[in-house]
């Protein structure tokens, strides 16, 4: 009874396999023009950007880049010893430093304003939908334009309005280059990037205020507790998860970010970060091996710190 049963069994083992196999192949067939994509914009030109990192590849071997010369680490040797990208004093920081401090600065201060403006449209009051919207307009306004209204407001000409309203009011005497006066240029890039991306931080924030259980907030005010109190011991607590996911986005994506400061300043006058001079290696001096070591750099510096923050501070916030 048990052999006829084993043989009556095969031919239905026999159709599951087939099943099975039927259902990886379709899985496969469904995934593979994602995995196709991903391996031709994301991973071939990760480990290709690596391998033109070691090689001498210029405008005048483009057209053979893969016969370019083998040069080892001298292309990040360059790149370290460029006046460009090291440390020269107090008066020129480098691409190293002002990247550093441009992101933490930034992404800081787009978490903070975030902060105040999500706890602000917490609160009922009448347009409550349309201060939001209104609120949205960096985030979701085309880069180009935005840039060039800042790039009106700030003209350095006597009709640039801010020159225009501080000349009024009797505070400066003649036009000032504030996007061509060292100093001044990276502070305004530091305003803008968090001007421009603080809705970001805003709505996760203000998502987050909005699911905050509000007998905790009764519990403190019957215990005695200020507003500073319940926002202090109350807010913060429960918003520390996702205001660490947003500072960790928020800083590999400014750490990253081109199209600001190259729209703004150009990398100019003390703004020149890592994403702005490896676009200068490669495509103004047309050096791509330099470039790709600079993109290299940039690379090791954010993961380094991701892994930092992920496994200390994140970790931290985790056991409180």
Request: charged share 15%; proline share 4%.
């Amino acid at each position: 009874m048990a052999a006829i049963t084993e043989k009556e069994g095969n031919p239905v083992t026999r159709r599951r396999k087939s099943w099975h196999a039927q259902e990886a192949r379709l899985a496969w067939m469904l995934i593979s023009p994602t995995a196709l994509i991903v391996f031709g914009l994301v991973l071939f030109p990760a480990f290709f950007s690596i391998w033109i990192s070691f090689r001498d590849v210029s405008l005048g071997n483009l057209n053979d880049v893969f016969h370019a010369p083998f040069v080892g680490w001298d292309n990040y040797r360059a790149v370290f010893n460029d006046f460009a990208f090291k440390w020269q004093g107090l008066q020129s920081w480098g691409a190293a430093v002002t990247s550093i401090v441009y992101t933490f600065t930034a992404t800081t201060l787009t978490l903070i304003v975030g902060l105040v403006a999500s706890l602000l449209l917490n609160r009922p009051f009448r347009g409550r939908g349309l201060t939001r919207a209104v609120f949205l307009f960096p985030y979701v306004a085309p880069i180009v334009s935005v840039v060039f209204v800042w790039r009106w407001l700030l003209d350095p000409r006597p009709s640039g309005v801010l020159n225009d309203i501080l000349m009024g009011l009797g505070i400066i005497d003649l036009p000032e280059a504030y996007l061509s006066t060292r100093g001044w240029a990276l502070l305004i890039v530091i305003i803008f990037e968090a001007w421009r991306y603080f809705p970001f931080a805003m709505l996760m924030i203000l998502a987050r205020l909005q699911a905050v259980d509000r007998t905790l907030y009764e519990a403190a005010r019957v215990d005695g507790a200020s507003a500073w109190q319940q926002f202090w011991f109350v807010t913060l607590p429960e918003l520390r998860y996702v205001m660490g996911a947003i500072f960790l986005l928020r800083l590999m994506w400014t750490f990253n970010k081109f199209d600001d400061i190259f729209l703004l300043t150009g990398g100019g006058f003390g703004t020149n970060v890592l994403p702005v001079l490896t676009y200068q290696f490669s495509f103004n001096q047309f050096n791509f091996g330099r470039g790709a070591a600079t993109a290299m750099i940039l690379l090791v510096i954010l993961v380094t710190f991701m892994a930092f923050y992920v496994g200390i501070v994140m970790r931290r916030i985790d056991e409180e």
